[in-house]
């Protein structure tokens, strides 16, 4: 059974540019959340959703940043216009049902570097 | 609104060193707990978690945590620490009727030989 997979792996863009970011749930999982981490710093939340659903963005920045999880394909987490602030790692985890729980899965992180 | 706090943010230890590593939650209700551990350039892997039953979790690779009501704590132990320990230690905190883990800022582990 597969894990979570997140890619690209690295992903370097010059100011200005836009990013996307893919994630594949576990084989089952219907829910996603995606977290941003910056160095020497722990997980924070940005956005949880459903197939289809956004159900709590309470953590994403009001601007620039968007997220879905079309019904067929993977979830995307899209950064316009990136900032060198944007630098981070951002990882996206997925559970089965929503609750607390449920234990959440990672994936391997995207690590995206604003020149 | 939940927090954690871990106090130790660099540990460095000598093989077969015993190691505890402290976690502190803030929260007005039921919590379950989680300790995720990253290595270097991977992602978080779940090391143990608590729900409820007995406080002492066993997890992988010989960790175990307690969790102390009272304390509000849930700190992480092995008695016996390899160089392949090292790695970044996350503690989080899920509060019932959430859905969206707290994590502490992290506590990185050296282990050298």
């Known amino acids: 059974n597969a894990g979570v997979m997140q890619n690209p792996r690295h992903l370097v863009r010059r100011r200005g540019q836009e990013a996307r970011l893919r994630c594949s749930p576990m084989?089952?999982?219907?829910?996603v959340y995606w977290y941003r981490q910056l160095p020497e710093e722990g997980l924070k939340f940005m956005v949880y959703?459903?197939?289809?659903?956004?159900?709590?963005e309470s953590g994403m920045p009001k601007e620039r940043f968007s997220a879905e999880f079309p019904k067929e394909g993977p979830s995307i987490l899209r950064i316009q216009q990136v900032v060198r602030g944007d630098s981070a790692a951002y990882f996206c985890a997925s559970s089965p049902q929503e609750g607390a729980d449920e234990t959440q899965y990672f994936g391997p992180g995207t690590r995206l570097l604003v020149l | 609104a939940q927090s954690v706090s871990q106090h130790n943010h660099h540990v460095i230890l000598s093989e077969a060193a015993s190691l505890e590593l402290g976690c502190n939650y803030s929260?007005?209700?039921?919590?379950?707990l989680f300790w995720y551990v990253q290595y270097p350039g991977q992602h978080l892997q779940l090391l143990l978690k608590?729900?409820?039953?007995?406080?002492l979790v066993k997890g992988i690779k010989g960790f175990e945590a307690e969790f102390i009501k009272s304390k509000f704590s849930f700190n992480l132990r092995k008695p016996s620490v390899q160089w392949s320990d090292t790695a970044e230690y996350f503690c989080a905190v899920i509060g019932r009727g959430s859905y969206i883990p707290t994590f502490g800022r992290g506590t990185s582990l050296i282990v050298h030989p």
């Open positions: 084989k089952g999982h219907s829910h």
């Open positions: 608590y729900f409820s039953g007995d406080p």
């Open positions: 929260y007005g209700g039921t919590v379950n």
């Open positions: 959703l459903q197939k289809e659903n956004i159900i709590d």
